[in-house]
């Protein structure tokens, strides 16, 4: 399998553009995450699914970042407008089954709003 | 809140010694444990879970789980210039959560 695909893998934009990032999970995963990660905060689970389905977005900074997951091949996240604090790497991984919870990460992207 | 606490190092040991890292955790419902290991500018890696008290080993890699004192541990024998990174304590909860909670990491450091 070729592991958790995200892309782009860098993105620079300007304050108030909007920013999609995208993300393939290992196939057969039934879990997909969506994680930022700063120097100051660590790394941080903004939103997961299951089975398509978001179970807890309760990470989500604000109203500007939303997350889909069309199929179970593909999920987005999006930010609108963005902001030069939403500055980060974020991740994505995926797990399979509700009882080992090991997630596999992609190579992230590193965005950077100017 | 549940959380998870580590050092944030810098760690720093001598080539060929043991290199022991520490996570603290806040909840006892916690089911499983991982480590991961990431290097400077790339994703997270899985090195190791445990799920029961004890010790689980695995090459150089030694994890340790004590549930009544909760925390877990990583230790690293014969450590070597390769192995230093970051090294990230994940906790998940159990029940039908699907997430892990990481802490910050403890950046590692072995000298030649």
């Known amino acids: 399998d070729a592991g958790v695909i995200q892309s782009p893998r860098h993105e620079v934009t300007e304050m108030g553009q909007e920013v999609t990032l995208r993300c393939k999970p290992i196939s057969g995963h039934d879990y997909l995450f969506w994680y930022r990660q700063t120097m100051m905060r660590g790394l941080e689970l903004l939103i997961y699914f299951n089975n398509n389905v978001p179970i807890d977005d309760s990470g989500m900074p604000e109203d500007r970042f939303s997350a889909k997951m069309p199929n179970a091949s593909f999920s987005t996240l999006k930010i609108q407008p963005s902001e030069p604090r939403d500055s980060a790497v974020y991740f994505c991984?995926?797990?399979?089954?509700?009882?080992?919870?090991?997630?596999?990460f992609g190579a992230g992207t590193r965005l950077s709003v100017l | 809140q549940k959380e998870v606490e580590q050092n944030s190092g810098p760690l720093s040991v001598p080539e060929g010694a043991i290199a022991s890292l520490n996570c603290t955790y806040s909840d006892r419902g916690s089911q499983s444990f991982f480590w991961y290991r990431q290097y400077s500018g790339k994703s997270p890696e899985l090195i190791m879970s445990i799920y029961s008290n004890g010790d689980k080993e695995d090459g150089r890699f030694t994890a340790q789980l004590n549930k009544a004192s909760q925390y877990v541990s990583l230790l690293i024998r014969d450590s070597q210039p390769s192995d230093s990174a970051t090294y990230l304590c994940?906790?998940?909860?159990?029940?039908?959560?699907?997430?892990?909670?990481f802490g910050k990491g403890t950046k590692l450091s072995v000298k030649p």
């Open positions: 991984a995926s797990s399979l089954g509700l009882a080992i919870k090991v997630q596999y």
């Open positions: 994940a906790v998940n909860y159990g029940g039908s959560q699907g997430n892990l909670i």
